[in-house]
């Protein structure tokens, strides 16, 4: 009995250590990304330059299908109001010159978000993303986007 103990002891060490060595020799785990990569689908991109509102980050113009998207990454900003975000042909807001994106009025600490660029919209031709604060007249930031 002491020797079929013994044995059963001995096969449970050789097994776990089987086992351990065998998810070691299994390669990395798969790491989830995002389904739209920054850089595999990056049309265009740019850094923020602050003004107002502690506004910093990097903005990218990347393809998904059929649609094109808007992604700010590392995107800070303290709360404002009205605070919209633009595609815009020059680095300062001219109401004949922008494309709205949307409205971001929330505080945002090293956020990622993702804005969808109306669909049909000639977004090649705006060569800048501002964020305007339309109430107050106030730029909080811009990024010049260039091909990556």
Not at 135 to 146: D, E, I, K, M, R
Request: hydrophobic share 35%.
């Amino acid at each position: 009995m002491k020797t079929f103990l013994t044995l059963a002891f001995i096969l449970i060490i050789f097994g776990t250590a089987l086992s351990c060595k065998k998810k070691e020799d299994d390669g990395p785990s798969q790491q989830v990304t995002d389904v739209v990569g920054v850089q595999s689908d990056t049309l265009k991109k740019g850094t923020f330059t602050g003004y107002d509102h502690g506004l910093s980050g990097k903005s990218f113009i990347i393809k998904d299908g059929d649609k094109h998207i808007l992604r700010l990454t590392e995107y800070n900003m303290t709360p404002a109001p009205d605070a919209d975000v633009f595609l815009s042909k020059s680095a300062s807001y001219s109401a004949g010159n922008v494309l709205k994106i949307a409205d971001l009025d929330g505080g945002y600490t090293n956020s990622a978000i993702n804005l969808d660029i109306p669909a049909g919209a000639d977004w090649e031709s705006y060569p800048y993303v501002i964020v305007w604060c339309t109430q107050y007249s106030v730029n909080f930031g811009v990024a010049t986007l260039s091909k990556p």
